[in-house]
């Protein structure tokens, strides 16, 4: 008797990595968007620290936050530093852009296995 399928064994730490690299862009995205808003305080998201508190248990995106300071703040108060965050953002985009490339492979793996073909 065949045994079901384990998502857990066939996508290993891609799945729960994917929705940490999104959760990322989302913040630095939002970073982009308020270099110029009076006060603003940047976010990004700590990956290794969520993913290893992820552990078995369901990802929690809002725990491994924290707030990034500018080396010069403005006068106004912001703290986004425009090349660091375009920096962030094209990093998050490539680690992003590799676990949604290593899923695909998964999947046409099975697919391939299913099918036959």
Known sequence: MSQPLN???VFGVHEPAL???ARR???ITG???NADTPGYVPRDLDFAK???AAGDAPLDLDAAQFERYASQPSVDGNRVDLPREQAAFADAALHYQASLNFL???VRGLLTAITGQ
């Open 7 to 9: 998502m857990q064994r």
């Open 19 to 21: 929705a940490l690299h």
């Open 25 to 27: 862009l989302e913040l």
């Open 31 to 33: 970073n982009l968007a």
């Open 50 to 52: 969520a993913l290893t």
């Open 104 to 106: 695909e492979s998964r």
